[in-house]
């Protein structure tokens, strides 16, 4: 029985996410071989073909490149027009992939998800945490939450909460070492970095409001993980510089002090970022404002 055109489609879009036949197999939940079956019948159907593949890796041709291109927006297309003909468009439903790291996953985007799947239960969220940010078009990812700007000018960015980065250190390193008075005087003590990102993890960019200054630090420890990174400060191994959401807490209870407190790094704003074919999505749609509110109300 020969499938859809739609139907094709769809499996030639989720092929083309994938570096290899088995691993979209493994998402498609059957096997390798019927894969290859059913690419083969949809190449022979349309007299070219669409991916170079050998047993580990696939790449598209050219001519699969534009099949995926207008595969994608025909899908869209279809997408939008179910949408607006359907009596239920807006209750969202179906898979939901969200990506943060992992402290701001484990300790805030656990709750809100939470709360979301009990209000909408017809969708169904995976929730990615890593500690670098996933490409969102390779990996299939809906939703992706960014502190700063985000780089990619193509996605669409909406800033769920605000957010500054703060340096701080225990009270028994800083009577052990005493508190720098400007930020240059951070080169001589010990920082404490994180490595989250592809960017320069140990170059701290702060800002006063009207001076901006660029420091170069260093230390004995770093880390890809942000919560371990404020035990070590905790601990009074140094200064580390951290999310405000992060350190808050020790900073009401003393076991933290902010150091420079005139000085920041404020270019850490919250955003929820997604491709633009989302933006007619109610379950991206639903679930990004219900991020905003949910920050609102808790501050």
Not at 68 to 90: F, G, P, V
Request: proline letters at 5%; one cysteine or more; aromatic letters at 6%.
């Amino acid at each position: 029985m020969a499938m859809s055109t739609d139907a094709d489609l769809a499996f030639f879009v989720v092929l083309a996410r994938h570096p290899s036949l088995a691993a979209a197999a493994q998402e498609l939940g059957v096997s390798p071989p019927a894969v290859s079956r059913r690419l083969a019948a949809l190449e022979s159907r349309l007299g070219v073909r669409l991916l170079h593949r050998t047993t580990r890796r696939s790449s598209l041709t050219p001519e699969g490149e534009r099949y995926l291109e207008e595969a994608e927006r025909i899908l869209r297309d279809i997408e939008s027009l179910e949408r607006s003909l359907s009596a239920s468009r807006h209750e969202p439903q179906g898979l939901l992939r969200v990506n943060a790291t992992f402290g701001f996953g484990r300790r805030h985007l656990s709750a809100v998800v939470s709360a979301f799947v009990r209000r909408h239960p017809q969708v169904e969220v995976q929730l990615q945490l890593t500690d670098r940010p996933m490409d969102l078009a390779a990996q299939a990812i809906d939703v992706g939450i960014r502190f700063g700007v985000p780089p990619d000018q193509r996605l669409v960015a909406r800033q769920i909460v605000a957010n500054r980065r703060l340096l701080v250190a225990s009270p028994a390193y800083l009577a052990r070492k005493g508190a720098p008075c400007h930020p240059d005087e951070l080169v001589r003590h010990d920082c404490i970095v994180i490595r989250e990102n592809t960017g320069v993890y140990n170059q701290w960019t702060l800002s006063d409001g009207r001076r901006q200054a660029v420091v170069k630090v260093g230390g004995a420890l770093s880390s890809n993980h942000g919560e371990v990174a404020v035990d070590w400060a905790l601990a009074g191994h140094g200064v580390v510089l951290r999310s405000e959401w992060d350190v808050r807490s020790h900073l009401r209870d003393g076991t933290l002090v902010q150091v420079l407190p005139d000085w920041a790094d404020v270019r850490a704003d919250i955003h929820a970022i997604y491709l633009p074919r989302h933006q007619l999505s109610p379950k991206v749609q639903v679930f990004v404002d219900f991020l905003a509110g949910w920050f609102a109300s808790t501050g």
